[in-house]
Structures are given as structure tokens and as C-alpha cells.
């Protein structure tokens, strides 16, 4: 099974996803999208397999939202977009992609829907928080 994350290693949430991800037996492909960068298409396609708006998928803290008036009312999702493809840490993460679906995974938890992961296993976050798949 072919696993994708669009991944920010300064991300304590998507490092989770990923290390769950890789204690459930998959190397995913890491796309490390703040110095890759995204395209138009790409996060079209991504929030489309995801039913994100892009307003949905936009990361209002610790990111430059704010300042960039992201966070009007009025803001159109095209203008959002415009801003994602100028500053990719606006694209909240982590984003995974498996046969299953698509999903933006916060929190960690979320990403279980989207792994074949036996109810009842246990993982333990780096802080040390325990979490159960359903």
C-alpha cells in the first residue's frame, strides 16, 4: 500500500502521523512541502479527495494568516489559495494520502481511518499521550 504525508518535521502533530504511519509497517513517501512548495493543481486535487475547502485546510496559527487578512469573512477561497502557493506553511497539516482516501490529519487520531490498524492498539504520542484506535 502506498502511503503519502505532506509533512513539516517542526510539526509535533504530523511527526506523530508519521511515526504512527511507520509503527503500523509503511514507509510513506514524505513530501516535505515547505521546501517543496505547492502547486495549484496539487492542492486542488488534495482538498477535493480531502472535501477541504481551502479556507477548511487553512493553518491560522503560527502562520502568517493573520497578517495576510486570511482570516476575513469575505476572503474568497481563491484568494486563500493564491496565498497557500506564496506561503506553503499556510496549508494546515499533516495531509495523508492511502488507498483509502485522503485526509488532513489533525489530530494524529484522524489518520487511523486511513490505515489498517487492529481496534485497541495503542500508540503513544511523543509527549507521551496514549491514544487507542477505535
Not at 7 to 16: A, E, F, K, L
Not at 40 to 67: I, M, N, V
Not at 113 to 125: E, S, W
Not at 128 to 133: F, L, V, Y
Request: with cysteine; aromatic share 4%; glycine share 6%.
Amino acid at each position: 500500500m502506498t502511503i503519502v504525508i505532506h509533512h513539516n518535521p517542526d510539526c509535533g502533530t504530523s511527526r506523530n502521523v508519521l511515526e504512527i504511519i511507520r509503527l503500523t509497517g509503511h514507509e510513506p513517501v514524505i513530501i516535505e512541502y515547505l521546501s517543496q512548495g505547492w502547486t495549484r493543481p496539487q492542492l486542488l486535487a488534495l482538498f477535493a479527495a480531502a472535501d477541504l475547502t481551502p479556507k477548511q485546510a487553512l493553518r491560522t496559527s503560527k502562520s502568517p494568516a493573520e497578517e495576510l487578512g486570511l482570516l476575513a469573512p469575505t476572503v474568497s477561497d481563491e484568494d486563500i489559495l493564491d496565498q497557500m502557493l506564496n506561503h506553503p506553511v499556510l496549508v494546515n497539516r499533516p495531509i495523508v494520502c492511502t488507498p483509502k482516501g485522503v485526509r488532513l490529519c489533525r489530530p494524529s487520531e484522524a489518520v487511523f481511518d486511513l490505515l489498517d490498524v487492529a481496534p485497541g492498539t495503542q500508540f503513544t504520542k511523543e509527549d507521551g499521550e496514549k491514544i487507542i484506535a477505535p
